[in-house]
């Protein structure tokens, strides 16, 4: 269980990190910018997780890459869900009326006072529950990192069931209640921040 909580807050913390810079590309006025993060966005998304954690567990070592396999794991998780971080906040960002923007311009504020007091503020803000809503499938996917050999939860729920095959059902539940530890209250604080946006809006 802790490796897990460790493997969420590691790899969510890098890859909102990295979607936060992928979204400040998507929205950046470099149309090269641009063209990075729509690439990077439509390859990882289109490319299943499992497929992520098989080349970043057992092909990077091929290649020369020695690291531990939680470490492996994170990097194919970070890199997998840096797309879905991004466009979240991207989706925040969108969110914002144009007609704010054209009010900004037109009252003189300059391109870096719009992003620092008009953008980001009500970006993030916008951005919140749907990167909840991204973490809490990050917590699910970080099962599939135990059946490739990281001692998480789902890999020791499987560790357990193949020395307490009598125990299978009681392993599964108990299993599925420590995900919901982590998910459940996830699920109520990106509800509950949808409602207070809404009203705000």
């Known amino acids: 269980f802790v490796n897990t909580v460790l493997l969420v807050l590691i790899s969510g913390a890098i890859s909102l990190v990295a979607g936060a810079v992928l979204a400040s590309f998507a929205i950046s006025?470099?149309?090269?910018?641009?063209?990075?993060?729509?690439?990077?966005?439509?390859?990882?998304?289109?490319?299943?997780?499992?497929?992520?954690?098989?080349?970043?567990i057992f092909i990077?070592?091929?290649?020369?890459?020695?690291?531990?396999f939680f470490a492996l794991a994170t990097i194919g998780i970070t890199l997998y869900f840096s797309a879905y971080y991004c466009d979240a906040v991207r989706s925040g960002v969108?969110?914002?009326g144009q007609g704010q923007l054209e009010a900004?311009?037109?009252i003189g504020l300059r391109k870096?006072?719009?992003?620092?007091l008009i953008v980001l503020p009500q970006g993030l803000r916008n951005s919140v529950p749907p990167l909840i809503n991204t973490t809490i499938a990050l917590v699910k996917v970080t099962a599939i990192a135990g059946v490739f050999g990281v001692t998480e939860l789902f890999g020791?729920?499987?560790?357990?069931?193949?020395?307490?095959?009598?125990a299978?059902?009681?392993?599964?539940?108990?299993?599925a209640?420590?995900?919901s530890v982590l998910t459940v209250p996830a699920g109520i604080a990106a509800a509950a921040i949808e409602r207070k946006v809404a009203f705000a809006s």
């Open 29 to 56: 006025p470099i149309p090269l910018l641009q063209r990075i993060s729509s690439v990077y966005v439509g390859i990882m998304r289109n490319i299943p997780a499992a497929a992520h954690l098989f080349f970043t």
């Open 60 to 68: 990077l070592p091929l290649l020369g890459v020695r690291l531990s």
């Open 94 to 96: 969108n969110a914002i």
């Open 104 to 106: 900004s311009r037109a």
């Open 112 to 116: 870096a006072q719009i992003l620092r």
């Open 156 to 166: 020791a729920m499987l560790q357990l069931i193949n020395t307490n095959d009598s």
């Open 168 to 175: 299978v059902i009681a392993l599964m539940l108990f299993t």
């Open 177 to 179: 209640l420590l995900y």
